[in-house]
């Protein structure tokens, strides 16, 4: 089967010449889990966005269920859900009706079932009614994904979802992590802690200087590599 997500040497060089990506080049098949590993400044955020055709490459493609991100945008954008590092909800709107704008942003109609669907799968349905500032932090992060996940998008991207919080509310992220898994959904996320990606990953990628070190298996690399090699790589 053809990979969901084809990434080809993808180059990104910031005004003034800085080369944050150099050269990535990455399949994801549909359906997996893939954490991407690396200190600050390596151009985890720089990839993500320029997969979601929010930053321009310098060079490269990348094409997600067939649909090149750049020529056919809307086709690429729709097939794609995403939570950015920083973003803000707003704080007086309903649970329910958030997700719904963000719906009807893809040109969806009222659609009442899909989005009961959806607040369930994130177990937010019981708090559907609720304003935004009167939810938890863990339970205002499910909704960052509901958002994302409003259109039914086929590859989920989360940058950083667990930066600054607590264990007990990583642990919680990573556990929508495995049940949108187990739902279908193709997970790449963004971390800097290789427990994290050890937890909820099938595969783990390294980037560091605008390149991906590695990709691999996560099991075939903790076995191979252990885990002192790794934090080297991310220190
Ligand atoms: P972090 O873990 O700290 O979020 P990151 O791995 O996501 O880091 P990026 O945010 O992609 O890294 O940044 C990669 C490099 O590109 C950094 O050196 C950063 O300073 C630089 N950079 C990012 N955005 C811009 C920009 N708009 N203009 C110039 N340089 C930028």
């Not at 090149?68 to 309903?94: C, H, Y």
């Not at 994302?148 to 990573?174: I, N, Q, S, Y």
Request: proline share 3%; glycine share 10%; charged share 30%.
């Amino acid at each position: 089967m053809a990979p969901i997500l084809s990434i080809r040497d993808l180059r990104k060089s910031y005004e003034g010449g800085f080369e944050a990506l150099k050269g990535v080049s990455l399949d994801i098949e549909e359906g997996e889990i893939l954490a991407l590993l690396g200190p600050n400044g390596a151009g985890k955020t720089t990839l993500i966005s320029t997969i979601c055709g929010i930053t321009t490459p310098t060079s490269g493609s990348v094409t997600v269920g067939g649909h090149d991100i750049r020529s056919e945008f809307r086709a690429a954008r729709q097939m794609i859900g995403l939570v950015p590092q920083e973003v803000a909800l707003e704080p007086f709107e309903k649970v329910v009706n958030t997700v719904r704008f963000s719906r009807g942003l893809f040109g969806y109609g009222r659609d009442d079932a899909r989005i009961e669907e959806i607040l369930r799968k994130l177990s937010l349905w019981d708090k559907r009614d609720n304003a935004v500032k009167e939810l938890s932090g863990g339970m205002k992060r499910r909704v960052l994904i509901a958002k994302a996940l409003a259109h039914e998008p086929r590859v989920l991207f989360l940058d950083e979802p667990t930066a600054g919080v607590d264990v007990e509310l990583r642990k919680d992220m990573w556990e929508v992590v495995a049940e949108l898994k187990a739902a279908g959904v193709t997970i790449i996320l963004t971390t800097h802690y290789i427990e994290e990606a050890e937890a909820i990953a099938d595969r783990i990628g390294v980037i560091s200087g605008g390149e991906l070190l590695l990709v691999e298996e996560k099991t075939a690399l903790m076995r191979r590599m252990g885990q002192k090699f790794i934090e080297v790589q991310l220190t």
